[in-house]
T-cell receptor
Framework: GAGVSQSPSNKVTEKGKDVELRCDPISGHTALYWYRQSLGQGLEFLIYFQGNSAPDKSGLPSDRFSAERTGGSVSTLTIQRTQQEDSAVYLC??????????????FGPGTRLTVT | AQSVTQLGSHVSVSEGALVLLRCNYSSSVPPYLFWYVQYPNQGLQLLLKYTSAATLVKGINGFEAEFKKSETSFHLTKPSAHMSDAAEYFCAVSESGGYQKVTFGTGTKLQVIP
């Protein structure tokens, strides 16, 4: 079956521009995560969606970052007024979920963002 | 709050030698623990996971990890390293019960020397 897809695969933008990154999770997965992976750095948690609950935004680095998930499926991560330090690979992951269980996350291939 | 510490951002081993990647966790309730691998220019994929069944967990590609509650550890091992094992490895934890997000460690890059 189809895995997690992300678009675009690569994005080059000028400093100060807004960008939107898209994630299509695996059908039926109620949990969706966004991470950022900077060069030489680990995996930085950004935001977590779980079903219809309010998202956990505790990892968003500034108010220039926002994300939404429409209809419990597709998610968009928006970065406003991009800065050079926003250059990174943005990874999306989805998983099933259930009380008392923690399921494997399935990762997309990522979007490589370069801010010039 | 849960957290994961991976000791050593870079580990080098000779081909055929033992691989040992260290992970310690912190969790206020019994945890679920994961190891993911990221090969160069690829996404992350699950190697193995511990979900309160057997404490010794076997994963893909000959890797295994042992959950040690007394040491709050979940170290990843492989008896004999192959060149193809060169990758970045991430330990992750989530708390059992309810809907809990997963927290990742900072990763360990494994270099295999021929």
């Amino acid at each position: 079956g189809a895995g997690v897809s992300q678009s675009p695969s690569n994005k080059v933008t000028e400093k100060g521009k807004d960008v939107e990154l898209r994630c299509d999770p695996i059908s039926g997965h109620t949990a969706l995560y966004w991470y950022r992976q900077s060069l030489g750095q680990g995996l930085e948690f950004l935001i977590y969606f779980q079903g219809n609950s309010a998202p956990d935004k505790s990892g968003l680095p500034s108010d220039r970052f926002s994300a939404e998930r429409t209809g419990g499926s597709v998610s968009t991560l928006t970065i406003q007024r991009t800065q050079q330090e926003d250059s990174a690979v943005y990874l999306c992951a989805s998983s099933q979920s259930g009380t008392g269980v923690s399921y494997e996350q399935y990762f997309g291939p990522g979007t490589r963002l370069t801010v010039t | 709050a849960q957290s994961v510490t991976q000791l050593g951002s870079h580990v080098s081993v000779s081909e055929g030698a033992l691989v040992l990647l260290r992970c310690n966790y912190s969790s206020s309730v019994p945890p679920y623990l994961f190891w993911y691998v990221q090969y160069p220019n690829q996404g992350l994929q699950l190697l193995l996971k511990y979900t309160s069944a057997a404490t010794l967990v076997k994963g893909i590609n000959g890797f295994e990890a042992e959950f040690k509650k007394s040491e709050t550890s979940f170290h990843l091992t492989k008896p004999s390293a192959h060149m193809s094992d060169a990758a970045e490895y991430f330990c992750a934890v989530s708390e059992s019960g309810g809907y809990q997000k997963v927290t990742f460690g900072t990763g360990t890059k494994l270099q295999v020397i021929p």
